[in-house]
């Protein structure tokens, strides 16, 4: 075998086992991207679940809040009411107050749990698309690759390893949000 020929199959080599290495890493990151995807879709929807849930509670809150004044006027409207009953409009009038209070608290627990729920889904998004763009650059260098492999074009394979750099800084971008 001629030193020509020994350099072509020990090329032929190194570009295959580059092309392997770049399919696995391709499959990798496309696991990544569909896992931070689908969180950001299911965030997505508990996002939206607890802000209904929230919009539920402030209903419920106005509706305490308009018994409460109307019952208020028409305790203040009445004339010469017997003790008890204005101790029952007193004892109805303190749980209408407490059941506001209590409705405003439970609100403000599922307003910072859904804005919690927001910006982990907003951080899957950011990350999906990052592996995203990280495996369209494998993409490219997979392509590359193969059209070396084709045409026997060593500058092809080059630009290949190349297009890793691109994957690997948006791979790493992915899990430290970087840029």
Same mark, same amino acid.
């Given at each position: 075998?001629?030193?020509?020929?020994?350099?072509?199959?020990?090329?032929?080599?190194?570009?295959?086992?580059?092309?392997?290495?770049?399919?696995?890493?391709?499959?990798?990151?496309?696991?990544?991207?569909?896992? @931070?995807?689908?969180?950001?879709?299911?965030?997505?929807?508990?996002?939206?679940?607890?802000?209904? @849930?929230?919009?539920?509670?402030?209903?419920?809150?106005?509706?305490?809040?308009?018994?409460?004044?109307?019952?208020?006027?028409? @305790?203040?409207?009445?004339?010469?009411?017997?003790?008890?009953?204005?101790?029952?409009?007193?004892?109805?009038?303190?749980?209408?107050?407490?059941?506001?209070?209590?409705?405003?608290?439970?609100?403000?627990?599922?307003?910072?749990?859904?804005?919690?729920?927001?910006?982990?889904?907003?951080?899957?998004?950011?990350?999906?698309?990052?592996?995203?763009?990280?495996?369209?650059?494998?993409?490219?260098?997979?392509?590359?690759?193969?059209?070396?492999?084709?045409?026997?074009?060593?500058?092809?394979?080059?630009?290949?390893?190349?297009?890793?750099?691109?994957?690997?800084? @948006?791979?790493?971008?992915?899990?430290?949000?970087?840029?």
């Amino acid at each position: 075998m001629s030193t020509n020929e020994e350099k072509k199959e020990k090329w032929m080599g190194w570009l295959a086992l580059s092309t392997a290495i770049m399919a696995v890493l391709a499959a990798l990151t496309t696991l990544y991207m569909g896992k @931070f995807s689908s969180r950001a879709i299911m965030a997505q929807g508990q996002e939206s679940d607890n802000w209904a @849930f929230y919009q539920a509670k402030s209903i419920k809150q106005h509706t305490f809040e308009v018994n409460k004044k109307a019952l208020e006027l028409q @305790f203040h409207s009445q004339k010469a009411l017997p003790p008890e009953v204005a101790a029952e409009y007193e004892k109805t009038l303190v749980k209408y107050g407490d059941d506001i209070k209590r409705y405003e608290g439970e609100k403000k627990e599922i307003k910072d749990k859904a804005e919690a729920i927001a910006a982990g889904k907003l951080k899957a998004q950011e990350m999906g698309g990052n592996f995203g763009y990280a495996l369209i650059f494998l993409q490219i260098a997979l392509m590359l690759s193969s059209l070396a492999s084709l045409t026997k074009r060593h500058y092809l394979w080059y630009i290949a390893l190349l297009c890793n750099i691109g994957w690997l800084f @948006f791979f790493v971008d992915a899990w430290l949000l970087f840029y």
